[in-house]
């Protein structure tokens, strides 16, 4: 079949309508005279599907700019081609065609009336995907490195024992079962408490996933003290996800220490670089987090010991103290009996001697040396009290201390009850001797003296307390408790010639 004619020829009547089919196979000649060879071409993946019945493998081809979408086509790699093209673009790449990747891809332009514009595909250069891939972690590195936020997390205080940990992975993963299982296989892995945010660990949704993982986490993240971020191993395209800026900017600046375990030996990715720390397989991560743990508890039981052989000395020094307070307590007991004893006696004397002198001076006398009594009571309750309150002061020492060591618990609360018992008494037989001397002041008061009958009786100012004293022509003055009465001697009863 030749080509077709010129859609479009002058005519006096109108222009020549053409079929669609026509017009189609038209396209198609100008096609494949223009586009007869192969090309090729870098494009991104948007989608891909792989047929099992034929072989053959769709895939949607499209170039953005700006994040708009500025090309798009269709692309088809026929089973005879794919079975070579896809097996050596694995063993290359470690991955299929997926969406998201970009290509380098060997083609030929291909116009069909009925399936429209396509491409077919010869070839793909793997290389080019890596070096891609290489380029925009190269571009992710300066852009952190520009914007001063790569070492960010590295400054943020690691614990040394890391006991709360949140884990993004995924629950299927091989990584996160041999991570668990390092964990329960320690002795010490109990002590460690790791909460699983699962995410997807590969493909176009990894960063997606990932990011929303760490979004929850924020919102619980004083459970924690670091996050671990684990899967087990992949191809260098399964892990070009850790090499995205938006995740990597998102791990840099997160406000916990980020762990990482991505699994590859041979490549670090900006997830690892932007980590707090980085580690190459979850297997290692939990090794690290267990060595804190282990170290932890060794320090934990070293201070034990040292704190108890602080606890030893300081018994040794309390007992020591102990010892030395209570002889200084007897001493001090002893000197405070002595001097009560003899203020005792002092106070006696005193009020003996006063008793004595009022009773021969009057009841103003008796007065003055009631007031002095009392002053006297006064000073000496408030010593009492005092002494009272030293004795409190120092049961409570005493209580403070026997609380530290119970060994000595009983000896000083039994110390503490004679002390009390001591005081007690002592403060009872005070009361007892204190009242006693009142009773005897209250006896030898003048007005108790006549109010059993005793009167004094004076002759010119003077006492008269025997016969030979009086003046038997001058009157005698008797006192009563409520007046004074004057008298006439009229009779002598030893001598019957005087009568009163």
């Not at 499209?62 to 790699?77: K, P, S």
């Not at 970009?102 to 396509?118: A, D, Q, R, T």
């Not at 009841?363 to 010593?383: C, D, G, V, W, Y």
Request: proline share 3%; charged share 25%.
């Amino acid at each position: 079949m030749g080509d077709p004619a010129p859609l479009y020829q002058s005519d006096a009547v109108g222009p020549k309508a053409y079929q669609l089919v026509e017009l189609l196979k038209s396209i198609e000649g100008v096609l494949k005279r223009t586009f007869y060879g192969q090309y090729w071409v870098i494009a991104e993946v948007i989608d891909s599907g792989y047929h099992s019945g034929s072989g053959h493998w769709y895939m949607q081809l499209a170039q953005t700019e700006d994040g708009q979408q500025i090309a798009h086509i269709r692309a088809n790699l026929w089973a005879g081609v794919a079975s070579r093209v896809i097996p050596r673009f694995k063993s290359i790449t470690g991955s299929t065609i997926q969406a998201g990747m970009e290509l380098m891809l060997y083609v030929k332009v291909n116009m069909h009336p009925v399936y429209g514009l396509s491409l077919v595909v010869y070839d793909i250069n793997p290389e080019y995907t890596l070096g891609h891939l290489e380029r925009l972690k190269k571009e992710t590195i300066k852009r952190l490195t520009e914007e001063g936020v790569i070492d960010l997390n590295k400054q943020i205080a690691l614990p040394r024992f890391i006991r709360r940990v949140a884990v993004i992975s995924s629950s299927t993963a091989a990584g996160w079962g041999d991570f668990l299982k390092q964990i329960k296989q320690s002795r010490v892995g109990a002590l460690i408490k790791t909460d699983l945010y699962p995410a997807t660990m590969q493909g176009e949704n990894t960063t997606r996933s990932v990011l929303k993982a760490l979004d929850h986490i924020a919102e619980r993240m004083e459970e924690y003290d670091a996050v671990v971020l684990i899967r087990g191993g992949g191809s260098r395209m399964d892990l070009a996800a850790f090499d995205d800026y938006v995740l990597t900017c998102n791990l840099a600046n997160y406000p916990l220490p980020i762990i990482t375990g991505i699994g590859h030996e041979r490549d670090e990715s900006v997830a690892d670089l932007v980590a707090h720390t980085a580690l190459k397989t979850p297997t290692a991560v939990a090794d690290f987090l267990l060595r804190g743990a282990e170290d932890a508890l060794y320090r934990l039981l070293m201070a034990e010991t040292k704190l108890e052989e602080l606890l030893l000395q300081s018994q040794t020094s309390i007992q020591n103290a102990i010892h030395k307070n209570i002889y200084e307590l007897r001493v001090t007991l002893a000197h405070i009996e002595m001097e009560a004893t003899e203020q005792r006696h002092r106070h006696q004397q005193r009020i003996e001697r006063l008793l004595h002198r009022r009773l021969e001076a009057g009841r103003s006398k008796i007065r003055e040396a009631q007031f002095r009594t009392e002053q006297l009571t006064r000073r000496q309750l408030e010593k009492d009290k005092a002494l009272a309150r030293y004795t409190t002061t120092l049961t409570m020492v005493l209580s403070g201390v026997s609380s530290r060591l119970s060994e000595s618990k009983n000896s000083v609360q039994l110390m503490t009850s004679q002390l009390r018992h001591f005081l007690s008494t002592m403060l009872t037989k005070e009361d007892a001797r204190l009242s006693l001397l009142e009773q005897t002041a209250k006896l030898y008061d003048p007005t108790s003296i006549m109010a059993r009958g005793y009167l004094p009786v004076t002759q010119n100012g003077r006492k008269v307390t025997k016969r030979d004293t009086l003046d038997f022509d001058r009157p005698i003055e008797v006192t009563l408790l409520d007046t004074r009465i004057k008298a006439n001697i009229i009779q002598d009863n030893n001598e019957n010639d005087k009568t009163l």
